[in-house]
C-alpha cells in the first residue's frame, strides 16, 4: 500500500462515523484525536461534523435523528440517496466502537500526511519564487508549517471546573521557585542603576546550574541572549567576573552552556527580524531567552499602541512557540510618583503593564544614608502585582559582594558552596 491509498484511509474514516452512530458518548474521545479537515471523504466529513454538533448540543444522534440535518446539509443530501439505510450501513460495517481512539488516530494521521504533501507543494513553489526574498520565504514556510501543526487534532472539549480541579497541580520549573515555564519577567530602573548586570547575572547563574537568587545548586538552564543593545566587546569586559566565578563553583567553563548574539536594534514586529529569532531558538534551543532592552526591539516608539500591541504579540509567540522564559530589561519613564519617587513602570504604552507574569524596577534606597554616603542597596518594587506568589523574589538587593548583586539577608561570601 503506497502513501497516496493510506492517504485516502476510506476504511477507518467510515468506522470512525460508524461507532459514533454506535456509540454517540464517545465524541470526547473521537475529537480529542481527529478534527474534520482531517477526512479525506466529503461526506464522511460532514456526518462528523453533523454528529459532534448535535452531540455537543445534546441532542440525539442515531440514523433517524440525523435525517433533518443530513437534509438541510446541500453534501449529505445529494450525496445520500437513502440516509437511513447508508447510515445503518455504516454501523454496520464497524468491528467495534471499542476501537474508536484508534480509527480516530489513523484518519488523523492520514489528514496531516495529506496536509504535508499539500505544504511540501507550496513550499517548492515557494522556494522557485524569485519575487520573495529569502526571509520573506522562511517566515512564509514557518507559516505554513504552523498552520498545519494546528490544524493537527486539535481538542474541542471543553473540561468542567470539577474536571480541572481533579488533577493534581505541579509546576514546570526552570528555576526551581522562581521562575516556570513561560513566564515573562520584565525588569526596569534608572539608567546606571545596574539593572543590566542584574539579568546579566540572572542568566550566568542560571545557566552554571545555580540558582540566580538564592545561589542554591540547581539543574544547568539552557540560556540564550539576543542584545539589541551592547556589543560582543562590552559583553567581554563585562560578564567576564561573573562567568569565572561561577565557573570556581561549578568546576566547569559556564560560557559554552550560553548562546550570544549581540545584534543591535531588532523590529521583531517585522517579518525578516522576527524570523532570525525564531531561527536562533531553532537551531539553538533554550530554556530562557534574555532579550532586549525592550525598546530596542521595535523602530517606533512604544508610546505607540499598535507599536506595543506587535511587540507583545511577537513576543508571546516567541514565548509559545519556542516554551521558554522571557527576561527581559525595560526602562523607567521619567514621571516622579505620588511618594516623590520616580515611577518604574516601563517606559510606553500601558499594555505593558499587565503583560508580563513579573514587572518590577529596582531603585536605589537612601533612607539610611549621610550627605556623602554612596547607595548600595536597592528597593525590588513592583509596578505590576505577582501574578504567582512565593516565587522567592527578595524585597531588596545589595549591590557588591561574592555576587554583584545579592539578596540582603544572604551572606557575603561563598558559604553556600
Given amino acids: 500500500m503506497d502513501v497516496l491509498d493510506r492517504i485516502d484511509s476510506l476504511d477507518a474514516e467510515r468506522a470512525v462515523i460508524g461507532a459514533l452512530l454506535l456509540e454517540p458518548s464517545r465524541v470526547r474521545e473521537a475529537v480529542q484525536n481527529v478534527t474534520p479537515s482531517d477526512f479525506g471523504n466529503p461526506v464522511l466529513r460532514q456526518l462528523y461534523i453533523l454528529i459532534t454538533g448535535r452531540q455537543a448540543q445534546g441532542e440525539a444522534v442515531d440514523p433517524v435523528s440525523l435525517l433533518p440535518g443530513v437534509a438541510a446539509d446541500p453534501v449529505l443530501k445529494s450525496n445520500l440517496r437513502n440516509p437511513a439505510v447508508d447510515l445503518h450501513r455504516l454501523m454496520e460495517a464497524t468491528p467495534t466502537a471499542a476501537n474508536l481512539g484508534f480509527y480516530a488516530r489513523q484518519v488523523a494521521e492520514a489528514g496531516q500526511n495529506r496536509r504535508l504533501l499539500l505544504g511540501s507543494h507550496r513550499l517548492g513553489q515557494l522556494a522557485k519564487d524569485p519575487t520573495v526574498t529569502a526571509a520573506e520565504k522562511l517566515n512564509e514556510a514557518r507559516r505554513i508549517i504552523d498552520g498545519i501543526a494546528a490544524d493537527y487534532a486539535q481538542v474541542d472539549y471543553v473540561p468542567t471546573l470539577s474536571e480541572v480541579l481533579a488533577v493534581e497541580d505541579s509546576y514546570d520549573w526552570v528555576i526551581p521557585g522562581l521562575l516556570e515555564r513561560m513566564d515573562r519577567m520584565v525588569v526596569t530602573g534608572a539608567e546606571g542603576l545596574g539593572k543590566s548586570t542584574f539579568l546579566r547575572q540572572f542568566a550566568i547563574l542560571s545557566a552554571a546550574g545555580i540558582h540566580p537568587l538564592n545561589f542554591s545548586r540547581i539543574d544547568p538552564v539552557r540560556v540564550t541572549i539576543i542584545d539589541a543593545e551592547n556589543t560582543e566587546r562590552q559583553w567581554r569586559r563585562k560578564a567576564r567576573y561573573i562567568v569565572d566565578r561561577a565557573a570556581t563553583q561549578v568546576g566547569r567553563d559556564v560560557g559554552d552552556e550560553i548562546r550570544l548574539y549581540c545584534t543591535g536594534r531588532l523590529d521583531i514586529t517585522k517579518q525578516q527580524d522576527v524570523a532570525r529569532v525564531h531561527t536562533i531558538l531553532d537551531t539553538y534551543p533554550a ?131
Fill in 287 to 417: 530554556d530562557i531567552l534574555l532579550i532586549g532592552p525592550l525598546y530596542k526591539l521595535v523602530s517606533r516608539s512604544l508610546n505607540d499602541e499598535d507599536a506595543a500591541a506587535n511587540v507583545i504579540a511577537s513576543l508571546d509567540q516567541i514565548r509559545e512557540q519556542h516554551n521558554v522564559c522571557l527576561l527581559m530589561e525595560a526602562h523607567a519613564g521619567h514621571a516622579i510618583g505620588g511618594d516623590g519617587e520616580r515611577n518604574l513602570r516601563p517606559r510606553g504604552s500601558s499594555q505593558l503593564l499587565g503583560w508580563p507574569e513579573f514587572g518590577f524596577g529596582l531603585a536605589w534606597d537612601t533612607s539610611m544614608l549621610g550627605p556623602n554616603d554612596k547607595p548600595s542597596i536597592v528597593n525590588v518594587k513592583r509596578w505590576r502585582g505577582d501574578r504567582e506568589e512565593d516565587r522567592g523574589i527578595p524585597d531588596q538587593l545589595r549591590r557588591g559582594g561574592f555576587w554583584n548583586w545579592m539578596p540582603l539577608d544572604t551572606p557575603n561570601h561563598e558559604g553556600r558552596y
